[in-house]
């Protein structure tokens, strides 16, 4: 049974820090591009980061670019999402996705989806 399971979402003041956890089961992580979504009320679901599979390179949303890291281990089975610097526009359910083969930041591309995890940036 293919699962994508987030953590490590929570409350924090603008200008810190949160760790995003995707925990895979299920598939070949290493098959796979490994994305991280966002949804904000009202807004619709975009895409933060990828990290490929096929060439080993990493992209982001221009307004995250040099705050949010990603960063996979094939091995344990999970990815990370390194958010600094936060702001109260990050505020969201972030969801990890994945996708065989490439990065795509369209939606309706991705093969399997976790349930999201709240961020809440606010003083």
């Known amino acids: 049974q293919v699962q994508l399971v987030e953590s490590g979402g929570g409350l924090v003041q603008p200008g810190g820090s949160l760790r995003l956890s995707c925990a895979a089961s299920g598939f070949t992580l290493g098959d796979y591009a490994i994305h991280w979504f966002r949804q904000a009320p009202g807004k619709e679901r975009e895409g933060v980061s990828c990290?490929?599979?096929?060439?080993?390179?990493?992209h982001y949303k221009s307004s995250v670019k040099g705050r949010f890291t990603i960063s996979r281990d094939n091995a344990k089975k999970t990815v990370s999402l390194q958010m600094n610097s936060l702001k109260t526009e990050d505020t969201a359910v972030y969801y990890c996705?994945?996708?065989?083969?490439?990065?795509?930041?369209?939606?309706?591309?991705?093969?399997?989806w976790g349930q999201g995890t709240q961020v809440t940036v606010s003083s």
């Open positions: 996705a994945a996708r065989r083969g490439d990065c795509s930041w369209a939606v309706g591309l991705q093969d399997y």
């Open positions: 990290d490929s599979s096929s060439d080993s390179t990493t």
